[in-house]
């Protein structure tokens, strides 16, 4: 009998080990925002869980821009302000702001905002959209309200924004250079002539001479024809961090953000008040069901916060030359070698990094960022981090102006540089980039 009870007492704790496992697991893997969608869902349905009022006042306290620590002066925080990456979407916002003062222009700019794909384009029907949709809300907008706002906003940067095809995008580029006329305008209705390299017929249609045709094609090839691809799109979703990285003479804290994530305690009065009552079977198994389940979420989070630093510390550690130097200096690094420094299984290294982001002194990164497989040179002692190598093949084409080079060619510019590798990696690493191949970036333009 004493036996029996003894197993039925290590399959209990066994199955309580495994609950406790698998919910430090769920809550390491969720986003700050999917936690607090968790918490929010246990306040709600546990009776014995309260938000701490006094902690919370805390958190946003220091959460507040303006924190009684102001030694910065003005302008060490515009300086700091002007280190953080901007998104194509706030940077858009800022100059809407700035720049129409009319709340009715103001609206139709932001609906304009929202409509801007990820090359910086808005499509021509788009404008009949937003003019049905501020209708529908009681707006007296028109269309040539709407056209009005688009002129004003496709001035503003990067060059070429807001545009509804390629034509107007280089015809916005060109008019900020204040070089566009009749002649650019000829020449950019036959884009497709350009791309085939048909000089003859080009001649004929624009009755340009060749010399001049030639020149403005010159001018056009430097254009950029996806607007927005000098910034990291980033989707209309707002980005926690869930791991806050500063620098200071040339050491770096890291901090887990708490300041976001609910902070709940257990009603202890109501505790005590439900034990003194003679409660049934029922209702002690549903109070006992509560304070495990309470308990189990605070761990989770406490248990999510010690991995996630641990994780990022070894990352850090490892990467710092980049966080200093730039990307030039990102080393090869596998969730493998992580692994190893904390003790973690890789799985749960996967589950640390992915979807978790990093702010720091460079901008905002995912975590799964700074892994990278080590790729052999042959003529460096170390293996280089793909990341660095695409840097590279992607700075050789965007130098390449009229001389486009080859796959072939960029190997034997890398070579130059010490980085010896094969034709077939190069294409690999620039399909990758979504680099066009040599031929059909002859005929880009």
């Given at each position: 009998?004493?036996?029996k009870?003894?197993?039925?007492?290590?399959?209990?704790?066994?199955?309580?080990?495994?609950?406790?496992?698998q919910?430090?697991?769920?809550?390491?893997?969720?986003?700050?925002?999917e936690?607090?969608?968790?918490?929010?869902?246990?306040?709600?349905?546990?009776?014995?869980?309260?938000?701490?009022?006094?902690?919370?006042k805390?958190?946003?306290?220091?959460?507040?821009?303006?924190?009684?620590?102001?030694?910065?002066?003005?302008?060490?925080?515009?300086?700091?302000?002007?280190?953080?990456?901007?998104?194509?979407?706030?940077h858009?916002?800022?100059?809407?702001?700035?720049?129409?003062?009319?709340?009715?222009?103001?609206?139709?700019?932001?609906?304009l905002?929202?409509?801007?794909?990820?090359?910086?384009?808005?499509?021509?029907?788009?404008i009949?959209?937003?003019?049905?949709?501020?209708?529908?809300?009681?707006y007296?907008?028109t269309?040539?309200?709407?056209?009005?706002?688009?002129?004003?906003?496709?001035e503003?940067?990067?060059?070429?924004?807001?545009?509804?095809?390629?034509?107007e995008?280089?015809?916005?580029?060109?008019?900020?250079?204040?070089?566009?006329?009749?002649k650019?305008?000829?020449?950019?209705?036959?884009?497709e002539?350009?791309?085939k390299?048909d000089?003859n017929?080009?001649?004929?249609?624009?009755?340009?001479?060749?010399?001049?045709?030639?020149k403005?094609?010159?001018?056009?090839?430097?254009?950029?024809?996806?607007?927005?691809?000098?910034?990291?799109?980033?989707?209309?979703?707002?980005?926690?961090?869930?791991?806050?990285?500063?620098?200071?003479?040339?050491?770096?804290?890291?901090?887990?953000?708490?300041?976001?994530?609910?902070?709940?305690?257990?009603?202890?009065?109501l505790?005590?008040?439900?034990k003194k009552?003679?409660?049934?079977?029922?209702?002690?198994?549903?109070?006992?069901?509560?304070?495990?389940?309470?308990k189990?979420?605070?761990?989770?989070?406490?248990?999510r916060?010690?991995?996630?630093?641990?994780?990022?510390?070894?990352?850090v550690?490892?990467?710092?030359d980049?966080?200093?130097?730039?990307?030039?200096?990102?080393?090869?690094?596998?969730?493998?070698d992580?692994a190893?420094?904390t003790?973690?299984?890789?799985s749960?290294?996967?589950?640390?990094?992915?979807n978790?982001?990093?702010?720091?002194?460079?901008?905002?990164?995912?975590?799964k960022?700074?892994?990278?497989?080590?790729?052999?040179?042959?003529?460096?002692?170390?293996?280089?981090?793909?990341?660095?190598?695409?840097?590279?093949i992607?700075?050789?084409?965007?130098?390449?102006?009229?001389?486009?080079?080859?796959?072939?060619?960029?190997?034997?510019?890398?070579?130059?540089?010490g980085?010896?590798i094969a034709?077939?990696?190069?294409?690999?690493?620039?399909?990758?980039?979504?680099?066009?191949?040599?031929?059909?970036?002859?005929k880009?333009?």
């Amino acid at each position: 009998m004493k036996l029996k009870n003894n197993l039925e007492i290590n399959q209990s704790q066994k199955l309580s080990i495994n609950l406790q496992m698998q919910e430090s697991l769920e809550i390491l893997q969720l986003s700050i925002p999917e936690i607090i969608k968790k918490v929010n869902k246990e306040l709600e349905k546990n009776p014995l869980l309260e938000l701490d009022i006094a902690k919370e006042k805390i958190n946003l306290y220091k959460s507040n821009i303006i924190q009684n620590n102001t030694s910065d002066s003005t302008s060490e925080i515009v300086e700091k302000t002007l280190k953080k990456k901007k998104s194509l979407r706030e940077h858009i916002s800022e100059q809407i702001n700035i720049d129409i003062t009319n709340s009715e222009e103001k609206l139709i700019a932001q609906k304009l905002l929202e409509y801007v794909d990820n090359n910086g384009y808005i499509k021509k029907d788009d404008i009949n959209k937003i003019y049905q949709n501020l209708n529908k809300q009681n707006y007296t907008i028109t269309i040539a309200l709407i056209e009005k706002v688009l002129r004003k906003v496709q001035e503003f940067d990067p060059p070429g924004i807001f545009a509804r095809d390629l034509s107007e995008c280089i015809e916005i580029q060109l008019r900020q250079k204040k070089i566009f006329n009749s002649k650019y305008h000829f020449l950019i209705k036959n884009l497709e002539l350009i791309a085939k390299k048909d000089m003859n017929i080009l001649l004929k249609k624009t009755r340009l001479k060749k010399n001049e045709i030639v020149k403005m094609i010159d001018n056009i090839k430097i254009l950029n024809p996806k607007p927005a691809n000098v910034f990291d799109f980033q989707p209309n979703v707002s980005i926690v961090p869930d791991i806050i990285l500063s620098q200071n003479k040339g050491s770096f804290k890291l901090e887990v953000n708490k300041s976001q994530i609910p902070k709940f305690k257990f009603n202890k009065e109501l505790y005590s008040l439900i034990k003194k009552k003679k409660l049934l079977n029922r209702e002690k198994e549903n109070l006992i069901k509560w304070v495990k389940s309470g308990k189990l979420l605070l761990s989770s989070i406490k248990n999510r916060g010690i991995t996630l630093e641990k994780v990022t510390n070894e990352i850090v550690k490892f990467q710092q030359d980049f966080f200093k130097k730039g990307i030039n200096y990102f080393y090869p690094l596998t969730q493998k070698d992580i692994a190893k420094k904390t003790g973690f299984h890789e799985s749960t290294i996967s589950r640390c990094t992915n979807n978790k982001y990093i702010e720091t002194p460079n901008g905002v990164y995912e975590l799964k960022y700074f892994f990278s497989r080590g790729i052999d040179v042959k003529d460096k002692a170390k293996l280089l981090s793909n990341k660095i190598i695409k840097n590279k093949i992607l700075n050789i084409i965007k130098k390449e102006n009229n001389n486009i080079m080859s796959d072939r060619h960029i190997v034997f510019k890398l070579k130059k540089k010490g980085i010896n590798i094969a034709r077939r990696t190069v294409s690999k690493y620039r399909k990758l980039m979504s680099i066009p191949s040599s031929h059909k970036r002859k005929k880009q333009f």
